[in-house]
């Protein structure tokens, strides 16, 4: 079972960057799919980004497209998201996920293990 931890959050003005960490522990990353979701206060759960086991494929969801960019490092175990241009609608609670099933890498449905999130808020 693979146990995830996400850092790097915080508060940053509008048009900054952040970086976000998630490190993993108990199984290679490798072996999953995984993925970032983020959910607002009072809103549904969003899909941000994925990347397939094999590291070579990415998804996006359409509100981060050309600002964020994900990637993992598998011999750190530790997969990342690269946010520029914030803006004052990315603010949210940030989840890593591990997608062990290997289905559906932008569906949530198919994430069996999540981390404890990390807020991520942007000032205008």
């Known amino acids: 079972q693979v146990q995830l931890v996400e850092s790097g959050g915080g508060l940053v003005q509008a048009g900054g960057s952040l970086r976000l960490s998630c490190a993993a522990s108990?199984?290679?990353?490798?072996?999953?799919?995984m993925g970032w979701f983020r959910q607002a206060a009072g809103k549904e759960r969003e899909f941000v980004a994925a990347?397939?086991?094999?590291?070579?494929?990415?998804y996006y969801g359409d509100a981060v497209k050309g600002r964020f960019t994900i990637s993992r490092d598998n011999a750190k175990n530790t997969m990342y998201l690269q946010m520029n241009s914030l803006k004052p609608e990315d603010t949210a609670v940030y989840y890593c996920?591990?997608?062990?099933?290997?289905?559906?890498?932008?569906?949530?449905?198919?994430?069996?293990?999540w981390g404890q999130g990390t807020q991520v808020t942007v000032s205008s």
């Open positions: 996920a591990a997608n062990t099933l290997l289905s559906g890498p932008a569906d949530s449905r198919f994430y069996d293990t």
């Open positions: 108990g199984r290679p990353i490798s072996t999953a799919h």
């Open positions: 990347i397939r086991s094999s590291g070579g494929i990415t």
